[in-house]
C-alpha cells in the first residue's frame, strides 16, 4: 500500500465499506461524478476489483497475437496473473497463471511460444490444454494427475478479440454472444488471421481505472488537449449527435454509401445499454487514418480492404477496452487496474502480416499520434485524480451532450457493481 492508498482508508473494514460502495451507488446523482472513496479508497478498489474484474467479461487481446500452437501472453487482473495460450488445436485457451503444486507462476514473461507449459520452480510440466503432464516421481504412486490440472479461466473470441472471464461462473452477460457474432461479421473485412503486432505501448497512469475509462468516454476534452489527434478525428462518434454539422452529415452519407457498396459493415451497433458497442464514423475530410497528417500509417492495407478512407470503426468494451480499426492498421487498447491510483494502459498497433517493417510501414510514425494523445490523457487523469482527493471535492455534473458517453459507462458500472455486491 502506498502513501496514498493510506490516506483514503475511509471505512473500518472491508465489509463495511462494501455496504457503503452499494449505498452511494444506489444513492448517486445520475449524471454527476462519483462520490470521493469510489474513485481512491482501497477497499473500494478492492471491491471493483472483486465485483468487477473479477467477473465480468474483459478484454484480453487479440487472437493474431498467438497465431501458432504455443504461442503465449500473460496479464495481470490484480493480484491475477493469467495465461492466453493457442492450444493444439489452434483453440485459444485461458489458464490461471498459477502452479497446482506451490503455486508459483509458470510463465514469467510478457509473451512467448512453448511446447509445454513447464513451471520454472520445480518444473511440473502441463500440456497447451492445462492437463498435467509431469510432476517428477517424488509425488509418490497415489498422486492423482488428473485433479491437479491447470485452473481454467473462461475464454471467448470474436473478429479476433479474446475475451476473459475469471470467476468460477461464466459471466450472465446479456447480449454478449451477439455482441461476439457482430464483431465477427464487423471485423471480416480484416482478415484478423493475417494480421501482425506491430507496435506495443504500455503506460502506467496514476489515476484509478474509471478516470481511465471516463476520460476515454469523452470529447469534451480533445480541443483543450488533443492538437494530433485532431488532424483527424472528428469529434462525434454517433449520426444522432445533436452537434454533428451539415457537412459532416453530408461526409458520412457520401462515405457510408462508398462503405456500403463495398461490403464493409458501418452501421451502428449497441448492446446491453452500451456496454459493447460498434460504430465506424469518418475521420476529417481528406484522412485516411490517424497519422499525424491523416496520410498511409501502412502501404499495405488489411484484409481485403481496398478503400483507404474507411474512416475509424469505433469498438467499445466495458469495463476495460476502446479501439479504433481503420482501412491500413488497427488500434486496441487495454486498460488494467493496479491500485486505487494506478492503471495500466496498453495500446497496440496492428498491420498486414506481410507487411515490412521500415519498408511499407514506419513504427515511429505508425505510433506517434496516440502516444501523444496518450500521455496527454495520462496528464489529464492523474490531475483529475489529485483534485478528486482534495477535501473541496465533491461530485459535479456531467454534461449530457458532450458527455453522454461518461454517463452510459457510470450506468453500466453502477449498474454492475450493485448486481455483483448483491448476489
Ligand atoms: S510450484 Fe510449480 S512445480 Fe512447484
Ligand atoms: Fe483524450
Redesign the pocket.
Known sequence: MNQNDLLNITYGSYESAREEMDRLLKERKRNYSLDRPLYNDPHMFRADMEEIFQKEWLFAGMTSEIPNRGDYFTMEVGQNPVLIVRGPDGEVNAFHNT?R????R?CLEHRGKVANLV?P????TYDLKGNLLFAGTEMGDEFDMKAHGLKKAHCKTGGGFIFVALGKQEPEAKEFDEFLATLDEYMEPYDVDNTKLAVESNMYEKANWKLVIENNRECYHCAGSHPELLNTLQEWDDTNDPRASEEFLAQYARQSAEWEAEGIPHEHKWFDGGRNRIVRMPLKEGAEVMTIDGSQGCAKTMGRIKNRELGSMRILHLPNSWNHMQSDHFIVFRVLPISAQESLVTTKWFVHKDAVEGIDYDPARLRQVWDATNDQDRVLGEQNQLGINSMAYQPGPYSETFEFGVVNFMDWYSETVQKNLNK
Open positions: 502452479c503444486h506451490r503455486g508459483s509458470i513451471c520452480y520445480h518444473q511440473w
